[in-house]
């Protein structure tokens, strides 16, 4: 592996004083990335619970009180979960528009303005969000 | 002033403490003593320094990374702080010899051709991958910090082992390989001038490892050709004159295990590139590149 | 301690394409430099390559322009060599990959260079220097070359005979600059110095910082002559704090040059009233340095060389680089500001006495490229001339060293030929300081094999730094600085006879203080210290050479200026200097400059463009 | 020719499938965000809701092969991450394989899931 030795932790610091755009957007697509997949596993987790739910009466199914529809209704009636989802838009949001930057760049094009193009990545995953904080709010309080 | 110094001296003390305790050799006493002696003396030149520097408000202030696995009180790694006077023009290579040839004559770093063409001084300042000798220091902030370059072993104050980083560069087979010449016997091969253009920042690379540095994918994976290595294979794999075959077997070393594919678009090679060669733009297309080639046969 | 066949010293184009011309031959070769091979200087070449490659221009008209530039001071053989194979080892640089510039058609370019008859300068972008350094390196690691990088050579090892010209050299010391250790190199078949540069000797230079002439001085203090030292280039337009090259360009598109009352004074104060800023480089320098001295210069220093006027488009779309250049290295924005700039010593004529094959006066020995003298530039060398050098007289050098069979040489060498000895007397003491001490070549009275000679050198090297390293005394930078300065103040583009020969005193006491010299980093890991140490006493034989040399040639020939007399001697001075060390106490001598060629005899005419 | 085919790198190929299931699920994922955060709201979810959409063949199969790429491409995507790092030898093997199992458990579970729903009996 790679050497180097311990310069001390304020001079290891520094170090991220000059973290360019690039290197940035890479840690944050390898975050984003990890906590999407981290979720798909969740996320599938928790729908199954739709599998003994079919097996619920109708008329059970119709007042909702499935295991599937419960679980969900419990979970979208915690502050936090909302505020969770919020933050998986971002993160989604993030990944999604930072993911079409890079294929851009794979495909060759804008590579002078990658900088700028992961700036407005952040910026619109940035409005995004807040702008979708009222729906995903909605109805939770 | 420099704050390695109180710490330093408290070093030398806790050694000779120690060295009392478990009935000291009379070596230990007297390496013990040389150290004190040597922080004394460094500690006047840096006193007699601020002075001058207090006296002359034109001065720049520089910590540099000191160690020497060989001298005694330098082997842990410290910085050690230089004030050396401003002129105009005056780059980090200059303030470096200037520190080095007035003050302290063991302070190493490589450097040979003073224009950026040698790629003998890449050095970490103030926190990027920089040549020394084409770096300003009306530009930077103050203090100016100097350490070696990251992700590489250091030899002694701000030289690193360049070893690894040559073994990537001549893994790419970086030698021109062709099966024909023309004829006659002082014909050159033709090149058209657009293809010439397409190599020619390509060529430019001096070897001086900051891209290799810089990049993170590098530091985990010591397999990995890195940037520089790569940008020597896209200079031949795309010089028209090599052929069809050189450029399948070309094609061939770049898409192996720790080759291309290991880029992870940072960027930051092309950022800290002294030569401003546009090295991921390089790395990009010779996976595009190589997938062509390979879908071709799918 | 290594063997090989052939070892080569020095990785810049010179070494490089002896490498690869050795082992062309069949030799087992091994290159061992100071710096990585792409670190070598060769790298900062910008301008070009001379070859007669087009059918209207031919190898014949460009030795006539190689002559006529030399002011009669070239050997016709080794011109003839050159210019009839440059051609050949151009088009082979081109089949090894190198990037030229190209035309239309697809072939290389070529571009015009002063004092050419025919554009025949090859080129590739700014930057043939580094294309042509990379693509010979690729080629030494095709053919899978032993490079010993970071290794600094110390001395030659050579046998001890009386006269230089019975000496045999069986190969080279070198500390291990990494590990700090010292060990030898044996060669059975020779040892090729290819050192390049001195710029060292002086304080401002375009050159590199570890071109401090190591190959000269070692073959000097062997025995070797050292031939015409006092021939130096010194370019007009450098960068004043670091000496990088700011190209002719900028004065061919119209830049000019201002003193510190912003006198145009090229023409204000009478230096070139025709040809102004684009009178010949010496002209130019010797301009600059006179308002500096009378007291018209900026800062004391340098004058400003102005192209605002020029436009910024223009200037974007011709001289774009000196722009980064000015900018990256003197912090000058040319398009708003004059530039500074001031002479700068560039390239040195002389060196170590070669014949057309690259051997020296000692068997065994060879040198080649700006190291060596053979001499293709006598009193000046055209711009573009340099680097055919390196691949025509490295590839000879490099095929004679591996036993090629190549015929009698026509330059003869060391006091073989016709000779005769300098009459000048000189005031100050020169050579080695006090007992005169082990003869450089010694050891050859301890052994009688080449094996022993090896091992009581690698010894006597190893007790050299030792001590170095363990006493105490003065740092080798004051030393070093002193010479720089008095070679500088008095040794520049203007030479008079006061000034050179108090630069010989000044010499003389940095040689004595020199004596005293030690290292104070006691480290055997990459100790810079100690080998500037060494390399500062190499400066010093140098300089003193090229101080003698400069003293003893009253008249003004190529680069070098007199001011008690200015104009060319061809009655008395057609002819070059040599310098022998000879144990410690120099030796002045001359020999004809043979200007019978295999063409014609070139006759000596007056040179005016 | 044969050969080029066998020799057509899996760095190549998993790099390719990577940007093409980045590209499909750029416009899937968008749109099931859209779909049930948007258009439906989070907490009106239930499971006949669900069931119903799951009907429709078109989309239960949108949704399978969303399931598939995602897992293809986020699970790929670990695993480079950490090769990247320099994960190697037996490690590598094991994480590998851990990887591959991790995702058929995925991929399994959400079909059975998407089965429920859409009333096909295979759960
Ligand atoms: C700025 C500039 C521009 C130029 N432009 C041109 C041009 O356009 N056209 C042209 O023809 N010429 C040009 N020249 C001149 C030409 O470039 C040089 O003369 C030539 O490159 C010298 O090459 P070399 O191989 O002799 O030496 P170098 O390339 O200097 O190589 C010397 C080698 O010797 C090694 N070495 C030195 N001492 C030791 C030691 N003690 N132990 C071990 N190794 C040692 C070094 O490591 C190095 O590898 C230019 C020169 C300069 C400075
Ligand atoms: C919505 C559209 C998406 C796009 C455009 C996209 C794009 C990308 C791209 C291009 C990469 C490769 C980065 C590289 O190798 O340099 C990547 C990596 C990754 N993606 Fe996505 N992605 C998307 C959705 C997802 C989803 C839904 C998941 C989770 C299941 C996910 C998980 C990951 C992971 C874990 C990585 C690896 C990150 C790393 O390098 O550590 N992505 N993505
Ligand atoms: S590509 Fe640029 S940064 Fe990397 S070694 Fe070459 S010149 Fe240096
Ligand atoms: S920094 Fe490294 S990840 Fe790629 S773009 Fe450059 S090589
Ligand atoms: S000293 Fe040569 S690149 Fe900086």
């Known amino acids: 592996m790679s050497q180097s030795y311990n310069r001390g932790l304020i001079e290891d610091f520094s170090r991220w004083r000059e973290f360019e755009a690039g290197m940035w957007a890479w840690i944050f697509h390898k975050f984003t990335g990890w906590v999407l997949i981290g979720y798909l596993f969740t996320h599938i987790a928790v729908l199954s619970t739709a599998i003994p739910a079919s097996g619920a009466e109708t008329a059970v199914l119709q007042a909702g009180n499935d295991v599937y529809t419960q679980t969900i209704v419990s979970l979208e009636g915690l502050l936090l979960v909302r505020i969770l989802e919020v933050g998986l838009l971002a993160v989604a949001v993030f990944h999604m528009l930072n993911g079409a930057r890079l294929l851009l760049v794979d495909l060759g094009v804008g590579l002078e303005s990658q900088d700028k193009s992961f700036y407005a990545s952040l910026i619109l995953t940035g409005a995004i969000t807040v702008a979708s904080v009222p729906t995903f709010i909605a109805g939770a309080f | ?298 | 301690m290594y063997e090989h066949d052939v070892v080569v010293v020095g990785a810049g184009g010179a070494g490089l394409r002896a490498a690869i011309a050795a082992q062309e031959e069949g030799a087992d070769v091994a290159i061992v430099s100071k710096l990585h091979p792409v670190r070598s200087h060769t790298g900062a070449a910008e301008g070009g390559i001379n070859a007669a490659l087009r059918d209207a221009d031919s190898w014949e008209d460009h030795a006539y322009d190689t002559m006529k530039g030399s002011d009669y001071l070239g050997d016709a053989p080794a011109v003839e060599a050159l210019c009839k194979e440059s051609p050949e080892e151009v088009i082979q640089l081109e089949h090894w990959g190198m990037p030229f510039s190209r035309e239309e058609d697809g072939r290389v370019s070529q571009r015009p260079f002063g004092g050419l008859s025919f554009p025949r300068t090859t080129y590739a972008g700014a930057e043939t220097g580094h294309q042509m350094l990379h693509t010979m390196y690729e080629q030494v690691v095709k053919r899978g070359i032993t490079v010993y990088d970071e290794w600094h050579v110390m001395d030659l090892v050579v046998t001890d005979e009386d006269d230089p010209a019975d000496r045999t050299c069986h190969g080279v010391v070198a500390y291990d600059i990494q590990r700090g250790e010292v060990d030898g190199f044996r060669a059975s078949g020779g040892v090729i110095l290819a050192t390049g540069g001195m710029g060292q000797v002086f304080d401002h230079t375009t050159n590199a910082v570890a071109n401090t002439g190591d190959g000269v001085a070692m073959a000097y203090r062997a025995g070797v002559p050292m031939e015409d030292m006092e021939f130096i280039q010194f370019h007009p337009t450098t960068l004043p704090s670091t000496g990088v090259l700011i190209s002719e360009g900028v004065r061919g598109e119209g830049g000019i040059l201002y003193n510190e009352n912003g006198e145009r004074f090229m023409f204000e104060h009478g230096y070139a009233n025709n040809d102004g800023e684009l009178a010949s480089r010496d002209v130019v320098s010797r301009a600059e340095l006179t308002e500096v001295n009378e007291g018209r210069g900026i800062e004391d220093e340098y004058v400003h060389l102005d192209m605002r006027h020029l436009g910024e488009e223009r200037i974007l779309d011709r001289l774009e680089n000196i722009l980064h250049l000015a900018e990256d290295f003197e912090g000058a924005d040319g398009l708003t500001e004059p530039m500074p700039v001031k002479p700068g010593q560039h390239y040195a004529m002389g060196g170590i006495e070669t014949n057309e094959h690259g051997e020296t006066a000692i068997a065994g020995l060879y040198a080649a490229g700006e190291c060596a003298c053979v001499s293709v530039h006598g009193g000046n060398r055209l711009g573009g001339n340099a680097l055919p050098e390196l691949i025509v007289f490295g590839k000879r050098a490099g095929h004679h060293a591996a036993g090629k069979e190549m015929g009698e040489a026509e330059i003869p060498t060391g006091k073989r030929g016709e000779w005769e000895p300098a009459e000048y007397e000189f005031e100050v003491d020169v050579g080695a300081v006090g007992d005169r001490g082990p003869a450089a070549a010694d050891g050859g009275a301890v052994a009688a094999d080449a094996e022993g000679l090896m091992e009581a050198e690698i010894e006597r090297a190893r007790e050299r730094v030792e001590d170095l390293l363990t006493r105490k005394g003065r740092n080798h930078a004051e030393i070093r600085s002193a010479v720089q300065e008095t070679m500088t103040a008095n040794v520049n583009v203007f030479r008079e006879e006061e000034g050179l020969k108090q630069s010989l005193s000044d010499l003389r006491e940095a040689r004595e203080a020199y004596t005293e010299v030690a290292v104070s980093d006691p480290s055997r890991t990459f100790n810079t210290d100690l080998i500037h140490t060494m390399e500062t006493r190499n400066v010093l034989d140098i300089a003193e050479a090229l101080a003698m040399g400069a003293l003893a040639r009253r008249e003004f020939r190529g680069a070098h200026w007199r001011k008690e007399r200015q104009e060319r001697d061809d009655e008395n001075w057609l002819k070059h200097t040599l310098v022998s060390w000879n144990d410690g106490e120099p030796e002045l001598w001359y020999k004809p400059a043979i200007l019978e060629g295999e063409a014609k005899t070139y006759e000596p005419k007056v040179r005016s463009y | ?123």
């Not at chain 2, 021109?176 to 060529?203: A, C, H, V, W």
């Not at chain 4, 491409?73 to 094991?94: F, P």
């Open chain 2, 1 to 298: 002033m420099s704050t390695q110094i109180p710490k330093q001296t408290e070093k030398a003390d806790e050694t000779a403490a120690e060295t009392e305790t478990d009935a000291p050799s009379k070596g230990d006493e007297r390496r013990a003593e040389k150290r004190r002696r040597a922080d004394e003396r460094r500690r006047q030149r840096e006193t007699e320094e601020a002075e001058r520097a207090a006296a002359d408000e034109n001065t720049v202030e520089l910590r540099v990374f000191r160690y020497d696995p060989d001298v005694e009180g330098k082997q842990e790694p410290r910085f050690d702080t230089f004030h050396v006077p401003f002129t105009k023009g005056m780059t980090v290579l200059d303030a470096l010899m200037y520190a080095r040839d007035s003050y302290d004559s063991s302070l190493t770093f490589r450097h040979s051709c003073r224009q950026a063409v040698c790629g003998s001084d890449a050095m970490f300042v103030n926190g990027g991958q920089k040549l020394a000798c084409k770096t300003q220091i009306d530009e930077l902030e103050e203090p100016i910090r100097v350490e070696p370059l990251p992700h590489a072993e250091v030899t002694k104050d701000l030289v690193v082992d360049m070893e690894h980083f040559y073994d990537q560069m001549e893994a790419v087979e970086p030698y021109f390989q062709t099966n024909e010449y023309p004829d006659g016997e002082l014909e050159e091969q033709r090149q058209t001038r657009e293809n010439r253009e397409k190599i020619k920042m390509s060529t430019r690379c001096i070897w001086c490892s900051a891209c290799m540095s810089s990049c993170n994918i590098a530091a985990g994976d010591n397999e990995y050709l890195g940037p520089a290595a790569i940008n020597k294979a896209y200079r031949f794999a795309m010089d028209e004159r090599e052929g069809e075959d050189v450029k399948q077997k070309r094609l061939e070393i770049i898409e192996q295990e720790h080759g291309v594919w290991r880029c992870q678009t940072q960027f930051s090679c092309t950022e800290v590139c002294p030569k401003d060669i546009p090295l991921t733009e390089h790395i990009q297309e010779l996976k595009r590149e190589a997938v062509k080639n390979n879908l071709k046969f799918w």
């Open chain 4, 1 to 123: 020719m044969a050969q080029r085919y066998s020799s057509f790198d899996k760095g190549g190929r998993m790099w390719l499938l990577q940007r093409v299931t980045a590209a499909f699920l750029l416009v899937v994922l968008a749109f099931h965000f859209f779909l049930l955060h948007f258009v439906h709201h989070a907490d009106e979810v239930s499971f006949l809701m669900s069931a119903g959409r799951m009907e429709t063949l078109s989309y239960y199969s949108l949704m399978v092969l969303f399931l598939l790429t995602a897992t293809f491409h986020g699970v790929n995507g670990v695993y480079n991450a950490l090769v990247n790092q320099g994960l190697t030898g037996t490690k590598r093997t094991v994480i590998k394989w851990t990887l591959v199992a991790a995702s058929v458990v995925l991929v399994l579970q959400g079909i059975r899931t998407a089965n429920a729903w859409a009333g096909i009996p295979l759960y």
